[in-house]
């Protein structure tokens, strides 16, 4: 690489951070409107937290895709150390066929889901740690299957007529597999499908089955924690026309804060606090008889050293919560899910294992000459 190209930006892109935190400072009107400085001193309520995370990888082959998903959990009680609880692992094969990111990702979420149900169902913890956005999780409902790469496909728009007809069939199932501690990423109805497009409707359909199971049953046990977020949320609701930028990421803005404490939390189901299209990502469960009236969204600093988290909540959480939160955190970040992602974490030496296991030895597609 000659470096001479990029030198030759050098000014440039300084004057253009310079830009970026100089609007940070000017925008001190959000800080002074939403946060709260706490140092989350005292005991709390002696929470006792589960939480987990997920994994996929895959090997291609010239004529299949080898995958394999996993998930862990672990429960933790403030002032005791962190205990076991359930994981699972599951290899399989889809053949080559459009989507099979999308799909696999739905794969390692559906695990995901059905760690947490398991654990609430089974465990008894004041609250689940989910690794990610429930916002997120919300907009995947209708947003996997249906647009991909923008190209919308016809057969996508008859899903709710597919919900009807299969929802009671995959719920069933979902908890019997749960009962004999299964945590397949997809229940034998689906996975029956022989129809290829029949069943990547079906893998939605069990999604939204499974996560309105878990927030219609432990909506006040559920809780997402993300150290990353790029949505604008409190910059747009301040924003009074004279910003240089359109939009700031609010975690960008928070990290700026100096000090630990919480920022107030704003109700994406709210028409009244966002715009339009968060208030119909999330109402768009309504056609599935799932409604969602609060979902919190908010930011918080545990250690003055630590980064900033993005909070989502189906409830308002309070300082005891916070407090709690803390005490089981290493460096500001729940050591239950620091732990998780790393025991689930799936390496190309973990797949090439798994392969052999499997006895697969067919041609890679990587060994192909043209």
Known sequence: MKYFYILSKKEEISKLIERIKREIDYKKQIVDNSWVSCNFEGNGYKYTFGGGDGSFNRMDYIDLCLYLVGSVSYTNRVGEGLEDSISFWEPGIVIPYRYVEYRLKLYM???????????????????????????????????YGGRVNGEI?????????????????????????????????LTDTVRSIEDEKLRIILEQVEYIVLL?????????KFV???????????????????????TLPDMG??????GTGYSKPVNLADKKEVDYNIYYNI??????????????YQFVRLDSRGGVLNITSLKKLDENFFINLRDISVGGYPYILKRSHEEVKISDRDMEICAKLLKLYDSRDRDIVI
């Open 109 to 143: 979420i559906n695990m995901e889901l059905k760690t947490a149900l398991w654990n609430l169902e089974n465990r008894d913890i004041d609250c689940y740690l989910f690794d990610g956005s429930l916002y997120s999780l919300i907009i995947q409902t209708h947003t």
């Open 153 to 185: 496909r016809e057969d996508y728009k008859e899903i709710v007529e597919y919900y009807k007809n299969y929802k009671k069939d995959i719920k069933s199932e979902i908890y019997e597999d749960l009962s004999s501690n299964k945590l397949t990423p």
């Open 212 to 220: 309105r199971e878990v927030i219609k049953n432990y909506w006040d």
């Open 224 to 246: 997402g924690i993300s150290k990353t977020s790029k949505m604008s949320i409190y910059f747009k609701k301040y924003n009074d026309g004279t910003s240089i930028f359109k």
């Open 253 to 258: 803005i928070f990290s700026s804060i100096e």
């Open 283 to 296: 109402h768009y469960l309504k056609r599935f008889n799932f409604d969602i009236d609060e979902l919190y």
